[in-house]
């Protein structure tokens, strides 16, 4: 019983992170009919701010709460002075996210040396549950997580600026003629996502070491996500990220590591094969 609650946590940890990471990039292709390639290296920018606050001597926390902002700033500029020029060109959208994608990344492997860093936990310790302890820093991941999507759920379907941004989803070119500046719309939403990214980096940074290639390990799990839930909903991207998320972290111990990782993709793209819309089709 001990084993199954723990690993039961543990899953629940890993698929928590490939939420925030996947709701993110889940926004971005949803809204803007692209997907972001650069959004690993989002994560890094994440975890690198926690890594700069730890060695100023401020601390984790300060670079945790600064994590979101910053790399939304960063989204920003992004859109603002090259993405936005290609959105007409999804193909080559993705071509330009992957090389300011690899620059990021590269700057940053010069940055650390190529060495990994190791961050401490925030909040160190274990919780109690009656029959095993768990990590306090995974259940502060888990809570944030949940909080996350709670609150963009309220925020596209609540507020008006989430009605400005369904609506320009739903049909854009009666949005603009609605008054509605979709430019602005897309560097927001742009914005929003390049902070989930950030904040998903600066979460699971103390959880993995350091190192310019930590979005990589994400990334092409983010992107079966996105497929398998489907693009152009809320709820997509979470019950992909949920049904990825469960499969990386469960495979392995069922099977040895070395064939997890291939079998996750081999399932994820069956599923594809013969549900192409995804889990929840847009405009169901």
């Not at 001597?57 to 670079?63: A, I, S």
Request: net charge positive; hydrophobic share 60%.
């Amino acid at each position: 019983m001990e084993d199954a609650v723990k690993f039961a946590f543990d899953m629940l940890a890993f698929v928590s992170v490939m939420v925030l990471i996947v709701l993110g990039l889940g926004v971005i292709a949803s809204m803007m009919g692209i997907f972001n390639f650069a959004h690993g290296e989002l994560v890094l920018l994440g975890a690198y701010t926690v890594y700069l606050s730890s060695e100023a001597g401020w601390g984790t926390w300060p670079g945790l709460i600064a994590a979101p902002f910053v790399v939304g700033l960063v989204g920003l500029l992004l859109e603002r002075t090259i993405i936005r020029r290609f959105y007409r060109a999804p193909i080559i959208a993705m071509l330009g996210t992957y090389a300011i994608g690899l620059i990021i990344r590269e700057i940053v492997r010069f940055l650390l040396g190529g060495h990994y860093k190791s961050i401490p936990e925030p909040i160190s310790g274990a919780i109690s549950l009656g029959v095993v302890d768990v990590s306090a820093w995974r259940s502060f991941i888990i809570l944030t997580t949940m909080a996350v999507i709670g609150g963009s759920w309220l925020l596209l379907s609540r507020t008006a600026i989430g009605l400005r941004v369904r609506g320009a989803l739903e049909n854009p070119a009666l949005a603009r003629a609605c008054g509605i500046s979709t430019g602005r719309l897309y560097a927001l939403t742009f914005t929003f996502g390049a902070a989930l990214a950030g904040l998903a980096g600066a979460l699971i940074v103390p959880l993995y070491a350091l190192s310019a290639d930590i979005g990589i390990r994400f990334l092409v799990q983010a992107f079966l996500s996105v497929m398998l839930g489907g693009v152009g909903t809320f709820e997509g991207p979470v019950l992909g990220a949920a049904a990825v998320g469960g499969l990386a972290a469960f495979l392995p111990w069922v099977v040895i590591p070395v064939l997890a990782d291939p079998l996750v993709f081999i399932i994820s793209l069956a599923i594809v094969r013969f549900r192409p819309q995804g889990f929840i089709a847009y405009g169901r």
